[in-house]
């Protein structure tokens, strides 16, 4: 009996329906654009929730983990934004281009608007929503059928859209702090963008934090286009409240002889999925990819990567350590993806997992799908403890067993940290690894 | 005055084998003792034992190490009340640079002590002079712990690490594994620097060659588990000629 039956849909399904039903005459952007949402949200709808026997989220199980639809978070008032005053305290220091998400909606007067190098244009979601355009840059390509991405383009509010012009090289990185306030229950949809033109150059930092215990649930959605021979540094920070729920697609289409380098960071958040969808669109392309998870608790953090090698020449690096403490869960699934034709790529992919308990627990699913002959391809994983050995020569040497541990585990997520290219970003991310060992005390 | 360590009926096994079986040693301050014996002998567990490391079961006797119940102590402990063993195969640490691994090392002594912690700047001075006695090059301290080091290198290394940490016993396992002559000789000098008459030390070896150059005051014969024969430097010169059979029989 292999007949396809709908299950009964959950509280949680029938929960998003209301709260579209309910918000959608309310949502930013004209008829056009809530055609577009109402178009995603039946591909949501017909597919529910997805589970474990969806391959693409095998290990993170949305009908069981989110048990409703949080109501829309309201923009924020005086108090939220005053709340926001010690936001990503790490990289307050950093002298970077701040531009805050509080509760979702972008807060202009809080935002580092001033002397914008020419060439260089940023907005809100919600104001471009308005555009005529804005049917075209909101429905494109947001991963396919994708269920989070449906759920982000029928609820997106608000966000950031950034567009740098051809050859500019913009010295200062943009930072953009997303900042949840909410002590209720409450969820936030933000679509962000960032085009950057031939040859142009950028660091983007991306952060998002919330308070601990609150219940609140993200859906963020960023959308790159990498134009050619340009570079991007693309730093994402996820360090969610300890009851969060972060989803986040990510979505990049990469031009001929561009470099693009992505670095993830994992720290905070009950449940965490970043999912990255990679195109290297043109030839002599490269992509690296770096992220590294540091989880405790109960916490579950998925990275789902998705490189797709669609012209010949181009290459990529994705390496993937997770630090799971607990009775934490890390996940990495990885495919790359040679099309018919794009000889000569290079690529290679390696997951780690560092198991720091008994109960802790990776799971590391890499994936090779070659359709061209003349290529370079390769993956690994590996799955372990703390070496005992090593351990063993650290404290004859005087290093008490928790330093030893710390010491090990540095070692292991430096790979990562070492390739930022930035010695401020390698230090901000440094602290805030030390942070996460000193709360292992 | 104590003896500086003092074994007195040692047994130890590992994962159910006795390895250790009643073994008596006393070493004073200011005396290199040579620990020779056959392969299987028990010479690698006892300076495991002695440093602590997980996975030996103490079975019988006890260890005084300045006084101190040393068994009692965890690795770190025994290494800060100035414990050193010289591994005989030193391990990589991918990731940790060697000279932080040092810096590290050395504070983490001094700060057990209730001495001040070295600057950077000072344990960089030190580890320098260290260095350039040892010939190791300066640039080798920037690369991960022992990762890609030859053979005589890491044992350079190990050597550098006890110069540094300036330890009351020295336990040397098996230095000489691994080495050419001139490496040899380079790690040779670097102990005999460390000769003092507050300190003392342990060389195990299954050759006799290593100790003509770190010439020790006392050797004895380990043998399945215990010391079977105590004698001057001259005893390693009669094992070198006739061999370690009669105190495999002797024991069996």
């Known amino acids: 009996m292999n007949a396809e039956i709908r299950p009964v849909k959950t509280a949680a399904e029938i929960g998003f329906a209301d709260l579209f039903a309910a ?73 970077f ?135 991007l540094d693309h730093v994402k920070v996820t360090s969610e409240g300890s009851a969060a729920m972060h989803i986040a697609t990510l979505l990049a289409e990469i031009g001929a002889n561009a470099t693009y380098r992505e670095f993830g960071f994992t720290t905070g958040g009950a449940v965490v999925r970043n999912q990255l969808f990679l195109k290297l669109a043109g030839e002599g392309t490269i992509a690296n990819v770096h992220q590294a998870s540091l989880l405790a ?62 109960e802790a627990v990776a799971n590391c699913k890499p994936e090779l799908e070659i359709f061209a002959d003349d290529v370079q391809c390769g993956h690994g994983t590996t799955t372990g403890a703390l070496d005992d050995q090593l351990k063993f020569y650290l404290m004859a040497r005087g290093i008490p067993e928790k330093e030893a541990e710390a010491l090990l585990i540095q070692a292991f997520v430096g790979e990562v940290i070492d390739a930022l290219a930035r010695d401020d970003l390698r230090e901000a991310l440094t602290q805030t690894m030390l942070n996460w060992l000193r709360g292992r005390d | 005055m104590t003896a500086l360590l003092d074994i007195r009926g040692l047994k130890a096994e590992i994962d159910g084998r006795q390895i250790l079986n009643g073994l008596d040693l006393t070493v004073n301050r200011g005396e290199i003792h040579a620990i020779m014996g056959p392969n299987g002998a028990g010479k690698s567990t006892l300076s495991y034992v002695l440093s602590g490391k997980p996975g030996y079961e103490i079975t019988g006797g006890e260890v005084s190490f300045n006084g101190e119940d040393l068994l009692a102590m965890d690795p770190d402990e025994r290494a800060a009340k100035g414990l050193f063993l010289a ?29 001040e912690e070295l600057s950077s700047p000072d344990v960089l001075k030190r580890v320098r002079e260290l260095a ?39 336990v040397l396992d098996e230095t000489d594994s691994g080495l050419d002559i001139d490496a040899l000789r380079i790690v040779a000098d670097g102990v005999n620097r460390l000769r003092a008459a507050d300190r003392g030390m342990i060389v195990i070896t299954h050759y006799q060659r290593l100790l003509d150059y770190i010439v020790p005051d006392v050797v004895h014969v380990l043998s399945a588990g215990r010391i079977v024969k105590t004698g001057g430097k001259e005893l390693a010169l009669e094992l070198e000629a006739t061999g370690y059979a009669q105190y495999q029989s002797e024991a069996a």
């Open chain 1, 23 to 95: 918000a959608r005459e309310s949502l930013p952007g004209g008829g056009n654009v809530k055609a577009v949402r109402c178009d995603a949200f039946d591909r949501f709808a017909a597919q529910g929730l997805p589970h474990s026997r969806v391959e693409a989220w095998k290990y993170t199980d949305l009908r069981r983990m989110v048990r409703d639809a949080k109501p829309l978070a309201p923009r924020p008032d005086t108090a939220a934004k005053a709340a926001t005053r010690k936001a990503a305290a790490g990289f307050a220091g950093l002298d």
């Open chain 1, 97 to 231: 281009r701040r531009l805050l998400i509080v509760d979702g909606a972008f807060v202009p007067e809080l935002s580092d608007l001033a002397d914008l190098e020419p060439g260089v244009s940023i907005r809100a979601t919600a104001d471009a929503l308005g555009l005529d355009d804005a049917p075209l840059w909101l429905e494109a390509g947001m991963a396919g059928d994708d269920p989070a991405a449906a759920l982000n383009t029928a609820f997106a509010a608000d966000g950031v859209i950034i567009a740098v012009d051809p050859n500019v090289v913009v010295a200062r990185p943009i930072h953009l702090a997303f900042v949840t306030t909410a002590d209720t229950p409450s969820a936030m949809f933000t679509r962000s963008s960032l085009a950057l033109g031939a040859g142009a150059a950028i660091t983007l930092v991306e952060t998002h934090e919330g308070p601990d215990q609150s219940d609140y649930q993200v859906n963020a959605a960023l959308r790159m286009n990498v134009g050619e021979r340009a570079r």
């Open chain 1, 297 to 358: 608790g109960r916490q579950h953090a998925d990275t789902t990567l998705t490189v797709d090698h669609a012209a010949p020449g181009s290459q990529s690096r994705e390496v993937f350590k997770a630090v799971v403490d607990d009775e934490a869960r890390a996940v990495f699934q990885g495919r790359i993806t040679v099309q018919p034709g794009a000889q000569q790529t290079d690529a290679r992919m390696m997951a780690r997992a560092l198991l720091l308990s008994d």
């Open chain 2, 87 to 115: 591994f005989q195969y030193p391990l990589e640490i991918p990731g940790v640079a060697t000279l932080t691994f040092l810096r590290t090392a050395l504070n983490a002594q001094r700060k057990k002590r209730g001495e």
């Open chain 2, 132 to 170: 350039k006695q040892l010939s190791i090059d300066p640039e080798m301290l920037k690369r991960p712990l022992n990762v890609g080091f030859s053979g005589g290198e890491k044992k350079r290394n190990e050597t550098l690490q006890m110069a540094l940490l300036e330890p009351k016993l020295c």
